[in-house]
């Protein structure tokens, strides 16, 4: 049985960042569940910053949450 996991994140990391996420998530699951690497699916959501709410403020309206992190 496939393991799944999905990663929601704002949008804009480097691919490099995304590349090496999905890399130590994907070892984890493995590990942790002793499972077969082709056993393990992990995908990452880039959400656009109007998307999504924090705290009731739209992401792309709050304070140190511009795109050029």
Known sequence: MPILCTVQ???????H???AALRD???VLIQDFNVQPTQVRVTIDELPRNRYIVGGVMA???DGFDEKE
């Open 9 to 15: 994140m704002p949008a804009g990391k480097p691919r």
């Open 17 to 19: 960042q995304i590349e």
């Open 25 to 27: 998530i994907s070892q």
């Open 60 to 62: 792309d309206e709050l």
